[in-house]
């Protein structure tokens, strides 16, 4: 199996929260991120969170971190059409701490 | 300002061809990246450059070589280029582990089609 496993597709309703779930295997990561990717443009940090904390907040985005079952969910709250995007999760571990990506899921926000 | 630049944004060209891709950073970052997205979005790392050593050359055909003339930036030229390499390619970097991890910033693109 991928390092890095999310579902491809999510659609939601503008007003409505989101949820990305994103699972991986490699129980020594040490950070973990999502990036977001507008159409045509390349991939930007959205948010993080270190892997010795369970939870993050940050304006309308909520990240949670489930250590023991490698779970990692990211929330947007009140979805935005300008929101639409594909969503990646990523992890790192080791010296070099160079990311292994999943495979994003697109998020489709409708009126 | 452009964080991370790459020229072409587009390239389209005959199978068989050699084409290079060039990348630029003005963050002062000290490695440099190269990405390939395939049709189905799947992001792979191919190589990485710290202050202009490789450090990273992942299971990448030797048509592809990458160049760092100055740690600002990373050139990828193809050689001999087949329909499979058709995809977006992604130039990034980083100052490598910090407070976030090793945040990857990633420039915008360049989609090569082969015909």
């Known amino acids: 199996g991928e390092d890095v496993e999310q579902s491809l597709f999510l659609s939601v309703r503008e007003g409505d929260s989101s949820v990305i779930n994103c699972t991986y295997t490699?129980?020594?990561?040490?950070?973990l991120y999502w990036y977001k990717q507008e159409p045509g443009a390349g991939l930007q940090l959205l948010t993080y969170?270190?892997?010795?904390?369970d939870m993050k907040q940050d304006q309308r985005l909520t990240v949670l971190l489930n250590k023991k079952d490698k779970h990692l969910s990211l929330r947007i709250a009140d979805t935005q059409t300008g929101d639409s995007a594909i969503y990646f999760c990523a992890e790192s571990t080791g010296g070099s701490y160079i990311p292994t990506f999943g495979r994003g899921t697109s998020l489709i926000v409708h009126p | 300002d452009t964080a991370v630049s790459q020229t072409p944004k587009y390239l389209v060209t005959q199978m068989g061809n050699d084409k290079s891709i060039k990348c630029e950073q003005n963050l002062g970052h000290d490695t440099m990246y190269w990405y390939k997205q395939d049709s189905k979005k799947f992001l792979k790392i191919m190589f990485s450059y710290n202050n202009k050593e490789l450090i990273i050359n992942e299971t990448v055909p030797n048509r592809f070589s990458p160049k760092s003339p100055d740690k600002a930036h990373l050139n990828l030229h193809i050689n001999s280029l087949e329909l499979g390499d058709s995809a977006v390619y992604f130039c990034?970097?980083?100052?490598?582990?910090?407070?976030?991890?090793?945040?990857?910033?990633f420039g915008p693109g360049t989609r090569l089609t082969v015909l």
């Open positions: 490699d129980s020594s990561s040490t950070y």
């Open positions: 969170i270190f892997s010795n904390m």
């Open positions: 990034a970097s980083s100052q490598g582990y910090s407070g976030k991890g090793n945040e990857q910033f």
